[in-house]
């Protein structure tokens, strides 16, 4: 059973920086596709950022520019470096993977992040 597991979440002042983390575990073949999705209080969760294996990572505009998705594929880790935070940036950060494993390549999410930023 693939489980994902989200890290380095906090409360931080605006302007500060955080490193979110996301490692996958069990039987795993490839990490096809990985994103962060933030889920502000009161409103949908939403894509922040996205990468496909090898491919050119994409960013919601409101993050452009301050946060970073990377990945570590010996690792089975997702990364999300948030610099230059906002108070709009607060919300749980969930992590998203496509897996290839021994079951049917499907899509996975971790139990989310709290980052705060106060106004």
């Known amino acids: 059973q693939v489980q994902l597991v989200e890290s380095g979440g906090g409360l931080v002042q605006a302007g500060g920086s955080l490193r979110l983390s996301c490692v996958a575990s069990?039987?795993?073949?490839?990490?096809?596709?990985m994103g962060w999705y933030c889920q502000a209080p009161g409103k949908q969760r939403e894509l922040v950022a996205h990468?496909?294996?090898?491919?050119?990572?994409s960013y919601a505009d409101s993050v452009k520019g301050r946060l970073t998705i990377s990945s570590d594929h010996a690792k089975n880790t997702v990364y999300l470096q948030m610099n230059t935070l906002k108070p709009d940036d607060t919300g749980v950060y969930y992590c998203?993977?496509?897996?290839?494993?021994?079951?049917?390549?499907?899509?996975?999410w971790g139990q989310g992040t709290q980052v705060t930023v106060p106004s």
């Open positions: 069990g039987s795993i073949f490839t990490m096809n596709a």
């Open positions: 998203y993977a496509h897996i290839t494993s021994p079951a049917i390549p499907r899509g996975y």
């Open positions: 990468i496909i294996n090898g491919g050119i990572p």
